[in-house]
């Protein structure tokens, strides 16, 4: 079956009990078995539940996993992807990681002796120059968040395996619909389900998937022990917006590189990082290994003050945290998800704005954004 057929079937057969056919919200704790040690696969709801089974083979076939691991949050996922390593093992990172992934590195596992490398996106092309044999993962985003940085999956994956260790993406940017890093050689692939996957800002979920069944069993092992589970409602809302997340995407990607090329014309805006731009220095890798360019943008104010005026300006932009919703949203990550990375060497520009481009008309937004640019500096 195709993908969008998929992400509205799999996993997700009519209720045996009633017909019905959107899968069911078992809002249970437990389950009453027909005698000591005998059920029907689930006994209680840290462990297992029926809509989260559901929500995991969904997942685990868009991702073209064997195995599929639901979390309650995108952090929940790497918290527990992270107890694969031990303390004194190496973990590389790219540089641009998600500012809440370095808070829990530096903050977190830092002080209890985990040892973290980041290496500039650009870098990666020397990978196994920053790989030795304590290094245990090497952990990508491609598209970076919030520089858009994009690697090479393939290449990644063969440096990691020659030294060792495992490939981890965060496929989160660019959903499985436009990039499946299993099949380009990663060992696990995470998700915040909360942004594209769920896709109207109502949930929060993560999702981690992997083909090496020794690495699931483990992942299991942990969601059960660590109990970082999704509530079945939280399982039921992220299926729900999966059923129309290649629709979508593709709107998503529309609207992205209409706003990006755009903003790359006006000469109030210093750079566009967007892998969608014949420019971006990742350009050609994203053609390759993505279906299109994805829906986040992120470009360069004249200044950190012009930025921030900016991201009070706008309206159908909306001032917030997080992305991947039917909605805009604009933000500055210096102050906001990146704060966390202020001190650090790769500390993302103060002065750079982050747009999550949704799936309103493209026009509309682009008005949006040209009223903000022409009035900074214009009292209010």
């Not at 808070?103 to 596992?109: A, D, F, I, L």
């Not at 989160?172 to 109207?200: N, W």
């Not at 709107?251 to 210093?270: G, I, K, Q, S, Y």
Request: with cysteine.
């Amino acid at each position: 079956m195709d993908f969008e057929t998929r992400a509205i079937h799999e996993g997700q057969e009519a209720d045996p009990a009633t017909g019905a056919i959107i899968t069911p919200i078992y809002q249970t704790s437990t389950y009453v078995q027909e005698a000591v040690g005998e059920h029907k696969g689930y006994d209680y709801s840290r462990v297992n539940n029926p809509t989260r089974t559901a929500l995991q083979r969904c997942l685990a076939s868009l991702e073209s996993a064997d195995h599929g691991i639901a979390f309650s949050s995108g952090l929940g996922a790497v918290t527990t992807v992270m107890h694969l390593v031990d303390p004194g093992q190496r973990v590389v990172l790219i540089a641009d990681v998600y500012g809440g992934v370095y808070r829990m590195t530096s903050q977190v596992y830092e002080p209890k002796g985990y040892l973290f490398d980041y290496v500039p996106a650009a870098e990666f092309a020397n990978l196994s120059d920053h790989l030795d044999d304590d290094t245990r993962i090497v952990w990508i985003e491609s598209p970076s968040n919030p520089m858009l940085n994009v690697v090479d999956i393939r290449a990644a994956a063969d440096a990691a395996h020659a030294a060792g260790a495992i490939l981890v993406v965060d496929n989160t940017f660019a959903t499985p619909y436009l990039q499946r890093p299993l099949e380009l050689g990663a060992d696990i692939v995470v998700h915040s389900t909360t942004k594209y996957l769920g896709g109207h800002s109502d949930v929060i979920g993560g999702f981690a998937a992997t083909n090496d069944h020794t690495i699931a069993e483990r992942l299991f092992f942990l969601q059960k022990s660590l109990g970082a589970v999704p509530g079945p409602f939280d399982c039921w809302l992220v299926l729900r917006g999966i059923k129309t997340l290649a629709l979508r995407m593709q709107r998503h990607c529309e609207n992205a590189t209409a706003v990006a090329v755009w903003l790359d014309r006006r000469p109030d805006v210093e750079q566009v990082y967007y892998p969608g731009l014949p420019t971006h220095p990742g350009h050609a890798i994203a053609a390759r290994q993505m279906r299109d360019f994805g829906g986040m943008v992120s470009f360069l104010a004249a200044s950190p003050a012009s930025a921030a005026e900016i991201v009070g300006r706008t309206k159908l932009f909306q001032l917030a945290e997080s992305l991947g919703g039917v909605e805009s949203l604009i933000e500055v990550p210096a102050r906001m998800t990146h704060a966390a990375t202020a001190t650090a060497p790769f500390a993302a520009p103060p002065n750079l704005i982050r747009l999550s481009v949704g799936i309103e008309a493209a026009e509309d937004l682009i008005e949006d954004l040209e009223f903000a640019l022409a009035t900074v500096g214009v009292r209010a």
